[in-house]
């Protein structure tokens, strides 16, 4: 059984070197007086531990009140999303050894309203997703067979399939710290998901859909998300490429409608 | 008293949770889901090597038939499936799988643009259609896409706290709405469980955290009976220190199980499909190496992917390539994967005809929470996604049916007894005196079940894990949670699911106990042979004021009668 000690009680983990890991988590309650508060927290921790384990720890032990969200604890649901020192990942992604150097900043996934303590409310992330109308549209076909496709098309679609909508990637997004009706990155590259899949039946409509300031144009091609993403997805790529379709469809337009005033 | 009302409510929004809703949302019913995760955060999204159904798309020198996924179904079995319910599955299975096609998941493909399918264990086709090896996360993301697309209404993080039962039906559920810490009833003509499994009960299972059999619980709580709980799943691959699976598919692919020796274990146990033998048997040798000191320091023996290739690893198993490299440190490209056995799945549970209906009228149940039963004593891998689909649709479709028929309203007086229970228990519970503090009974019941109700079990170990459930029983009833109200009270959560944790791991301890042979996933050292004169049937355990009391059930056969199982 794991020892744990409250802060305060033990000597400064730089100094005894014992594998001793702070955590300092930004607290949210509403109702409570002040609402916002800092909270330090000390955890014996084990080879291999993650961060997600080590909050487990503190809320068996030492704060049963502590909330944030978890399930899979193996980076495929997306449930533990927040910040640590500055940057935003997934708890149970991140390996607890290297994190003892200085006491770690626990903070909720920005730009979102907070809820409970790491626990953000994602309704502006979810509404964004059903705007693209994030589901197949595809053309009729008999019941008894798949559509077909090639191999090459699917590993296409596959980078962007990948994404556990997480919401990391707004977190760390210009675009939409400024503006909250910007689409962000991982709803983008949802849009470009189906744009590309050769099954769905949509294609001026989704880059209708993104063609916006809320949309691919409100892109700071910073690629903050590409760097941030645990999955390895790129919606900039996928916003950079539906911005050049745009403008293909756009000059074809022009050039079609020259041709027709110089006929 | 607020009270919500639905034609149909479903608890889960994993794959057979959001399939039964599709299904009766379809049909033009009021129908809702209630999770206590967001749908997405669902196990299913856990779910690698793919879903099975003889599609036939694999160039075999004679096609894949339904009848031969049944046989192998049956047979992976050993013999305890009910085998109208196999057929069932593996014929509607072909249909459910085209359907997720259809709808936008992307499975991988053939040279002629079909979708692809690989070999998987005991089975005798290359059956097993994938998404890479992602397989659950595409199909998780496909469902709820189409529940978008059908605008079903999802009550996200609310708990259900217990089904009401009118005049032996239920009629709905008490719901927590966890943010708001108000406790609300549901009405329904009709409720689907579609929980998933209890694998945190077990210290090292592949479950998500949230996986602790509430739906069972909430069956078995209401009187409902709950079938061959003994028969658990351990999964053979699982990454040594996490138990964060490693999929069946990366031996589809080719893998090879190698102990500290060097050696091809599996010659030993399944000559003839070596790896790809079923999981009971494969986990079972591979314990039997650690065992025997053929393992590595720690527990643990090798899965060499390395002759496979970096082109074929990073094509086929992406997802086994990153998982590997985050949680162990190890890139299978360069060096073989440690693993070990650990919990996986559940093949018992709420029993249900082919049509989800459970024993209790108005009550459905659907998936890892239901026991059909398809899997009897061992369940193949690929057949579990493939169940939430086939079963899930069925439980939906007879929902609708059955709320169609259903005149009766129910007094709204039931209701407010449920609730005046509830909030009598609640304030008990906070009037309690004591210390005890949930996470250490926990631990210790989650330690006690792997090493007495693990892969191989014992009389006296049995024996033993009965009576200290019972002491744990006790102890329970000294938890006190120190956080008043329930709004995101984690304290009361992990009470409540305790309970439940607790009075599985009872069922599963009293039927092992009781069952004095070995079949599939339960292997008695004391009865190391299957026993079909004594023993051919599925266990039922009630819940009595006295404790588990079992009773027994045949099994359904229709063409093949029990044979030695050889692999």
């Not at chain 2, 439980?395 to 169609?404: C, H, L, R, T, W």
């Amino acid at each position: 059984m794991l020892k744990l000690r409250r802060a305060g009680k033990v000597q400064n983990p730089r100094a005894m070197k014992s594998p001793l890991l702070t955590l300092i988590i930004k607290r949210f309650h509403r109702g409570k007086t002040p609402q916002e508060w800092f909270e330090t927290f000390q955890v014996e921790i084990r080879k291999g531990m993650n961060l997600l384990e080590a909050l487990f720890r503190i809320q068996d032990e030492q704060d049963g009140t502590l909330s944030f969200r978890y399930s899979c604890r193996g980076a495929v649901c997306g449930s533990c999303a927040m910040r640590v020192n500055g940057k935003d990942v997934l708890a149970c992604r991140t390996h607890v050894e290297d994190l003892l150097d200085k006491p770690t900043l626990i903070e909720p996934l920005p730009h979102f309203p907070v809820i409970r303590d790491l626990i953000v409310d994602l309704s502006t992330f979810f509404d964004h997703y059903r705007k693209i109308e994030p589901y197949l549209q595809g053309k009729l076909i008999s019941s008894q067979e798949e559509y077909r496709m090639e191999e090459e098309n699917r590993k296409e679609i596959d980078l962007y399939v990948n994404c556990i909508l997480c919401g990391i990637c707004f977190g760390t997004c210009p675009a939409f710290e400024m503006d909250r009706e910007f689409l962000g990155p991982a709803i983008l590259a949802k849009a470009f998901r189906f744009l590309v899949d050769p099954r769905d039946i949509r294609n001026e409509e989704i880059l209708e859909a993104v063609n916006n300031q809320q949309g691919v144009w409100g892109c700071k091609t910073v690629f903050n998300c590409v760097r941030v993403c645990p999955k390895q997805v790129s919606p900039t790529r996928g916003i950079v490429k539906m911005r050049g379709k745009i403008l293909r469809v756009r000059l074809s337009s022009l050039v079609s409608r020259r041709h027709q005033q110089s006929n | 008293m607020e009270i919500l009302s639905h034609d149909i409510l479903i608890i889960g929004g994993g794959l057979a949770g959001l399939r039964a809703a599709i299904e009766a949302k379809k049909a033009g019913r009021d129908v809702a889901i209630l999770s206590k995760v967001h749908p997405l955060r669902s196990h299913s999204v856990a779910a690698q090597g793919g879903i099975n159904a003889a599609l036939g798309n694999a160039l075999t020198p004679i096609k894949d038939t339904w009848e031969n996924h049944a046989f192998d179904t049956i047979k992976g079995s050993d013999y305890l499936a009910d085998q109208e319910a196999v057929e069932v599955m593996c014929r509607e299975g072909i249909e459910r799988v085209i359907e997720m096609e259809q709808w936008g998941t992307l499975f991988s493909r053939t040279e002629d643009g079909k979708m692809a399918q690989r070999p998987f264990g005991g089975a005798g086709f290359p059956r097993a259609a994938y998404a890479a090896d992602r397989t659950g996360h595409n199909l998780l993301h496909t469902l709820y896409e189409q529940t978008i697309r059908l605008l079903i209404p999802v009550y996200e993080e609310w708990y259900a706290l217990s089904l009401i039962v009118e005049e032996g039906e239920c009629v709905g559920i008490l719901a927590l709405n966890f943010f708001e810490g108000t406790i609300i009833p549901i009405r329904a003509k009709a409720v689907i469980l579609a929980t998933g499994g209890y694998g945190r009960i077990y210290l090292r299972s592949t479950n998500a955290v949230i996986n602790t059999g509430s739906g069972c619980f909430l069956a078995y709580m209401a009187g409902v009976p709950l079938e061959d709980m003994e028969f658990v799943q351990f999964h053979p691959t699982t990454l040594y220190g996490t138990n964060i699976l490693i999929t069946e598919g990366a031996r589809g692919e080719g893998g090879y199980l190698v102990n500290a020796n060097g050696e091809r274990f599996m010659e030993r146990y399944a000559p003839r499909l070596m790896e790809l033998g079923p999981r009971d048997i494969v986990s079972r040798g591979t314990q039997t190496e650690i065992d025997q000191g053929r393992g590595f320091e720690g527990g643990y023996v090798h899965l060499d992917l390395r002759h496979l290739g970096g082109e074929k690893i990073i094509d086929r198993l992406p997802g086994i390539h990153q998982i590997s490299l985050d949680f162990a440190g190890v890139d299978p490209i360069l060096d073989p994967i440690p693993i070990q056995p650990a919990q996986h799945y559940s093949m018992g549970g709420i029993p249900t005809n082919v049509d989800g209906e459970t024993p209790l009228a108005g009550l459905f149940a659907a998936g890892e929470c239901a026991c059909v039963s398809v899997h009897g004593a061992n369940r193949l891998g690929g057949n579990s996604l493939l169940e939430t689909l086939v079963f899930g649709a069925r439980a939906g479709k007879k929902a609708v049916e059955k709320v169609e028929t259903e005149k009766k309203i129910p007094r709204k007086e039931v209701f407010e007894e449920g609730l005046r229970t509830f909030q009598s228990q609640l304030e008990e519970l906070f009037e309690r005196k004591g210390e005890e503090p949930a996470f250490s009974i926990r631990d210790e019941l989650k330690a006690m079940m792997t090493s007495h109700a693990g892969i191989f079990r014992t009389g006296s170990g049995l024996l033993a894990a009965k009576e200290e459930i019972r002491e744990l029983k006790r102890r329970f009833l000294k938890i006190v949670p120190k956080q008043r109200g329930l709004a995101f009270n984690n304290e009361f959560i992990q009470y409540r699911e305790l309970e439940g944790m607790l009075h599985l791991a009872e069922v599963i301890i009293e039927g092992a106990l009781a069952r004095e042979e070995s079949r599939g996933s339960h292997y008695r050292v004391d009865y190391p042979d299957r026993d079909d004169v004594h023993w051919f049937h599925h266990t039922m355990a009630f819940k009595t004021a006295e404790g588990v009391k079992l009773d027994y059930k045949r099994v359904s056969i229709t063409s093949y009668l029990p044979k030695e199982r050889v692999y």
